[in-house]
């Protein structure tokens, strides 16, 4: 069948159905739906919707910020006495100690308890320590006083960025001091030839991307957490999310980055060059390393230019098959176009329905994929999405879908698929894994899990970034329960290993998963790995118990 | 100027020049181009001057294959006499050694003189050890027991792929057991769905990737020396190329690699996932590392999808800054189906039209440009270029081209850029340099350097990849002179260093730059650099005298 139909500028959105399916009706399902009076009155209930859609009562969910919009502030359990876990025998905070910092960087030290509480607890709020010291340093130089100090008094120091880690990377497990580089905020340059930004660690991803925009470029990074996450901290856990499949990873568009390192020395490899091969490539070892090896400062990376289109589509799919098929066409019509291939389950959609009070723009099916096209030609970009959508209805991969091309409904789309970490949130306690594992096997996951589980869960829902394959398999309770974990743990990462997967994807080791790690790296590299830590942190001050399994263990 | 032309799928060679501009003209200058006639004359002329155009009568000069088409055969000066270098106290090879490899490995020990003779010299016959004896495992587990051998008898060993490096790293300095990865070229394994290819580190490149496009992939970067690098040896040196540009570097499509260390031990980190953040990234040291680290025996690559249509433009431009203003506009123009901006002097071109007998298909011009584009709608692609062509030429941004998109077409014109490294090694010894640079200094270092080496060279150009800011320059001579030497050197290093550059953009340091690593890095950088030398080959048997300066230096 060859259908063509002229498709251009969307405005509002756009349903279509498969069922119906002809040349005519297509065309008349696309253009009807253009004009703004149907529009209009969805985009008032959405907004209104969106309003009201906080269980706290803030409207400024979608940042995933705890310091502004604490989800809920019932006490989190400590995580010293949840888990078996003792402290390191670090030196205890003084009076000396902390005049020290006031007098390094005065009015940057706080010790009050009810301003250090957020920054203690993680945005989950599954893990919670008891730091009675938080320094926000302004300065590379300031940082590497406090480490020098810190080194020689054996004081243990657990970095932050905007603290939207998942896996208890982020707080201190005891008593660590905090060192926040929430104040380090300076965009140092930008380069519009290049594309190349510097800025100092601390800066706030959707600032930068903001301020990148009205140059006609954006972060090659986009997540969730977006409105609260430092790029430092970006860099430090290699923080994916949804460019990915289209501008890489970080250890591509990472061009340089300054550290300090546990003994206090700074370590300048800020260059700001697409190729560089003079020696090792020391930078990469700071990335992902989870604040264990250094503290990142400062990043150079490489920004896209802002694309001129950009499109999404949001499609119900009957099965995982066909979320699978109409990716893999997908690639093959929509080709360099192709920024974003998200999935999520009809649980999540109910869980943000339900949570959150977001409206489910097309019929219930039992998936959903979120298309995000990219591109430098508007007419070109959408003539590519309209066959791949003539294409994947007439084949019934896909059961009904909306398109949107205005940036407002673009979000609002989007916020399908960003806010169920929030919406999950809301349902109880979260058991979070995020897994990469081969795409065909990437939902089985979830499905023997429903059913191992049965009720002792009240969700097993799976979304997340099918085009690399990285899913992210979370399951709610009322409340934190021992049992229910171990049904959990280690029977996710033995399935994981059973097909060559990550049992950490994208989020890390942090606090919750470094017992772990031995599912997805062999004893060699484990070791090899310890050794870097030994070497670079003799006396294991950067970060302690994340990450690394000690040495003894 | 709003002129409107309808390209269509380009066969031919097609010329045009913006002095005549018009509409009208345009249209016809591209149509008349259009017909087969014109083409066939030339197309024979053309592949009768390819068969004509070696030195030394062998026909597959495109492929930089040293040991079946050396350039000349003079012998070349030994290294430890041409430079002042020691050498360390590594045991010699014992017949009780070669008793051992030929028990390990029967019929992969050569020691015969004349058999070894091209391993010992590198690809632009500047630099020449002399081995006794080449290794050619065919398994990790070869490798792994041959250098467990050699650690415990402090015999030191030169890893060697295809021995296309430029900067004298892949050949020993004074009596290094040579191991070859030349028979480890088996494809372990390629998925459809993801792309990602798994296979042994001595595959070659271009093998590679006629694999991978009879299944519609292709390899994420290209060379002029495909035809005989390997994979593991563009992993280990962390080339960069022509692709560089549109798929990012090695950093980011490796994902995942197996490398043996010093004292022999396996490391399996050959992962085939596209996001694994489970502790640091030991991967990443070893790419780059050229061989001093460990030796890279099998790797894990992400390959992207064989573009549906590709188009080469070839155009003169009359200055270097309208090279940068062409760059510019290509960039918003072409958007995400760029996939490639070389450029070259027109040194450069009369050295490929005297010594390989090619020819400029367009009218002489200070500068030359070569730009691909890639995309999965050849129609849509050749509206881009043709938009974007219309309006260089309106803005006198060029001043002649000539486009192809047949494939034949597209090797010849790709040739007059890829053959310079080859056209060079014809005009004599060759000063060989390999910068990264501001693209608006990019040339302004080749100028300098012509003025300040007057007639003391032969030749002094350059070419590179102007994307990714990177310039290849280089000067040659009748033969090596320590005064010209001296005249270029350290003032190239110190030219680069002022303007924040990188002394080696993807060539790596080798024996050649080794000593001048400290313009481009750090003290702090090159003394953790050192560590984890000292760490992982507390021995220093691996690929010695090359990449870092030693310790007491």
Known sequence: ??????????????????????????????????????????????????????????????????????????????????YEVQRLPFAHVSDRD??????LMPGGVITDEDELKPFNVDWLKTVRGYSKVLLKPRTTVEVSEVLRYCNERNLAVNPQGGNTGLVGGSVPVFDE???????????????SVSGILVCQAGCILENLNHYLEQQDFIMPLDLAAKGSCHIGGNV??????????????????VLGLEAVLADGSILNCLASLRKDNTGYDLKQLFIGSEGTLGIVTAVSILCPQKPKAVNLAFLGCPSFSQVLRTFTTCKGMLGEILSAYEFMDNECMELVKRHLKLVNPVAESPFYVLIETSGSNSAHDEEKLSNFLEHVMATNLVADGTLASEDKKIKMLWALRERITEALACDGYIYKYDISLPVDKLYDLVTDLRARLGRSARSVVGYGHLGDGNLHLNITAESYSHSLQEAIEPYVYEWTSQYCGSISAEHGLGFKKKHYIHYSKPREAILLMQQFKAMLDPKGILNPYKTLPVKAE
């Open 1 to 82: 069948m060859a259908a063509s139909i002229v498709v251009r500028r969307y405005q509002g959105w756009h349903h279509w159905t498969p069922l119906k399916l002809q040349t005519g009706y297509l065309r008349e399902a696309f253009n009807i739906q253009m004009g703004s009076a149907a529009m209009y009155p969805l985009k008032k209930k959405e907004t209104k919707l969106l309003r009201r859609q906080l269980p706290c009562g803030n409207s400024h969910v979608t940042k995933r910020t705890l310091h502004a919009t604490p989800l809920c502030f019932q006490e989190v359990m400590l995580t010293s006495e949840r």
């Open 236 to 253: 430090a856990t290699n923080a994916g999310g949804l460019r990915l499949l289209r501008y890489g990873s970080l250890r591509g568009t």
């Open 177 to 191: 001091i905090i060192l926040s580089t929430a104040l380090m905020n300076k965009i140092i340059s930008f380069d």
């Open 98 to 103: 902390l005049s020290f910092f006031e007098c």
